[in-house]
């Protein structure tokens, strides 16, 4: 497949290792590609892009206020 796509198979193989390989135990907050770790992009880490985005997408659901306030934690 071209560029940076994988076929399904390869894919979902790539997603259960990272979920269940025992080596991923407790790794949490990571970005991977084509199954390595990468840096995610810089805009990625600005906090006040994070709460923009949160704000539209619970406005644009329909999601309440206390529906919100539970999920904006995780």
Excluded: C, H
């Amino acid at each position: 497949m071209p560029g940076n796509q994988n076929s399904p198979r390869k894919s979902g193989k790539r997603l259960a290792r990272l979920a269940y390989a025992p080596e991923y135990e407790g790794v949490t907050a990571r970005y991977f590609s084509q199954g390595t770790p990468k840096q995610s992009s810089d805009i990625s880490y600005d906090t006040e892009k994070w709460a923009d985005l949160w704000d539209t997408s619970t406005r644009l659901s329909g999601l309440d206020g206390t529906e919100a306030s539970v999920m904006k934690g995780v």
